[in-house]
């Protein structure tokens, strides 16, 4: 029995009318292919496409050229059976953590006299259970994070897209949410597109990691099968010798082009 594709990039391209009429190119023929239940990284240099590739996932850009499909049927429009987690908190500030949760299925017409003991649920499996009427601010950046992984995951998505969802925390929280992470994915195993700077973070939790050069007219160079067993703790799987032999070997190749970002970067302030 075949596995379906959840997610397929064919020579996708995505270019950027600038002001002076300039064509940008940001991403040329990138194919990629995620499996139903396959968490695949994308690592690459600072602008090189990595959020541009998952937001032409998403359906909130569409590509100049190549095609889209999800679940083997192309993409016209928003895909709805995405979740969608950002780098920055999307959290409501007026709403408790609980209504910020239970938002997630109100607008699809859920009754609220369903959707809050669901989201009380999820709360309690993100470790939450007892923050359910505390607002945003009064949360640390890693219980917002719980609450907005809470807020995308009690929809049931398909597939999560997640853009550096763990950026803004410190390192020991980013390793605590890494765990819960591959917890409740192992629960059901969904479709995982995920973006992230960081090739150990990339390595500790994906079965794939995929590589991005420096851009502009970015292109996938390098896709690496992760073999660790599952299932992984974060604290742990660092030790093992067969991730560094991993890291040492895509790390090989990424830091070319993260040392051509840095250099693009540098001439492009230069030239201001």
């Known amino acids: 029995m075949t596995t379906p594709t959840a997610v397929a990039l064919e020579d996708a391209e995505v ?56 679940f083997d049927q192309p993409l016209a429009g928003l895909n709805r059976d995405a979740g969608y987690l950002f780098q920055a908190d999307a959290l409501f500030p007026w709403k408790t953590a609980l209504d910020n949760v239970a938002i997630g299925l109100e607008i699809r017409g859920t009754p609220r006299s369903e959707a809050l003991p669901r989201a009380q649920k999820w709360l309690t499996s993100v470790g939450l259970g007892a923050f359910a009427n505390r607002y945003p601010h009064m949360l640390s950046g890693g219980q917002r994070k719980r609450v907005a992984l809470a807020q995308v995951l009690i929809r049931d998505p398909k597939i999560l897209l997640m853009d550096e969802p763990f950026g ?37 939790l994906a079965d794939r990691v995929v590589i991005m050069s420096a851009g502009p007219s970015s292109r996938i160079i390098g896709d690496w099968r992760v073999s660790l067993p599952r299932p992984r703790d974060i604290f742990e799987v660092r030790l093992d010798k067969e991730f560094h032999a ?27």
């Open 246 to 272: 991993l890291h040492r070997e895509i790390w090989s190749v990424l830091k070319d082009e993260v040392m051509k970002g840095y250099a693009q970067s540098a001439q492009a302030a230069e030239a201001v």
């Open 168 to 204: 803004p925390l410190d390192a020991q929280t980013r390793q605590v949410m890494g765990n819960l992470l591959l917890d409740l994915w192992n629960a059901d195993r969904k479709a995982v597109l995920f973006v992230t700077h960081d090739l150990e973070e990339a390595i500790a």
């Open 15 to 70: 270019a950027f009318q600038l002001g002076d009429g300039r064509v940008y190119t940001a991403v040329e023929k990138a194919h990629l292919t995620v499996a139903q239940g396959e968490f695949v990284a994308i690592v690459g240099p600072t602008g090189c496409g990595k959020s541009t590739l998952l937001n032409v996932a998403a359906g909130l850009l569409k590509p100049a050229a190549g095609r889209v499909e999800i």
